[in-house]
């Protein structure tokens, strides 16, 4: 399968740990995005980057969320000190540089406790 | 601000009805469109897209949608739906081909057969 992948699939934790997600985008696509998702809403960007450079954050972004991707290929979404309204479906995407579209992965539902 | 509207939350249709889901948008300067669909169980899909040019644009599965600048409008359409057609639906916009989406609420299609 050559889309985007997203580990874990499901993570449960309690209120106050961290937690980490991996987005493995498509090999050629060289922008890779975060969304998050509620429950009846439509995903909500969070963050995007282009090869490894971070380009945009949105002010949903608070300091205990941080993205990154290291050598351009995958990215991480690091959510420290959960809090119960952290609960969310966190979607991966990626795109070329000539926009044909972004392609979401399957998102990683976290649930804090 | 800018903002992405769909007005139908539910939308409920018999087989072979024909389908307009409604979406409006708030964006200064160019705009790129899409329609985004995810089944049950299923990761979201790139429906179609417009980023210029002919203003009526077709995707897959039969479904089109028409870019009308004046009323801010992206409608999606199909003459004739299918039971395979039941998904939620989501409209979005981006500036710049790249940039981050701004998703809609989405509509959620039940087509009984």
């Known amino acids: 399968d050559t889309g985007v992948s997203q580990n874990p699939r499901h993570k449960i934790t309690k209120r106050g740990q961290n937690v980490t997600f991996r987005c493995d985008p498509i090999?050629?696509?060289?922008?890779l995005y975060w969304y998050r998702q509620t429950l009846g809403q439509g995903p909500e960007f969070l963050t995007y980057f282009q090869n490894e450079a971070q380009l945009e954050k949105s002010r949903l972004l608070s300091d205990r969320f941080s993205a990154e991707r290291p050598k351009g290929s995958f990215s991480t979404l690091e959510i420290q000190r959960t809090e119960q309204g952290d609960s969310a479906m966190y979607l991966c995407?990626?795109?070329?540089?000539?926009?044909?579209?972004?392609?979401f992965g399957p998102g990683t539902r976290l649930t804090v406790l | 601000a800018q903002s992405v509207s769909q007005h139908n939350h539910h939308v409920i249709l018999s087989e072979a009805a024909s389908l307009e889901l409604g979406c409006n948008y708030s964006?200064?300067?160019?705009?790129?469109l899409f329609w985004y669909v995810q089944y049950p169980g299923q990761h979201l899909q790139l429906l179609l897209k417009?980023?210029?040019?002919?203003?009526l644009v077709k995707g897959i599965k039969g479904f089109e949608a028409e870019f009308i600048k004046s009323k801010f409008s992206f409608n999606l359409r199909k003459p004739s739906v299918q039971w395979s057609d039941t998904a939620e639906y989501f409209c979005?916009?981006?500036?710049?081909?790249?940039?981050?989406?701004?998703f809609g609420k989405g509509t959620t299609l039940s087509v009984s057969s």
């Open positions: 979005a916009v981006s500036g710049q081909a790249g940039t981050a989406l701004i």
């Open positions: 995407a990626s795109s070329s540089t000539s926009g044909s579209g972004q392609f």
């Open positions: 964006y200064g300067g160019t705009v790129n």
């Open positions: 090999s050629e696509h060289n922008r």
């Open positions: 417009y980023f210029s040019g002919d203003p």
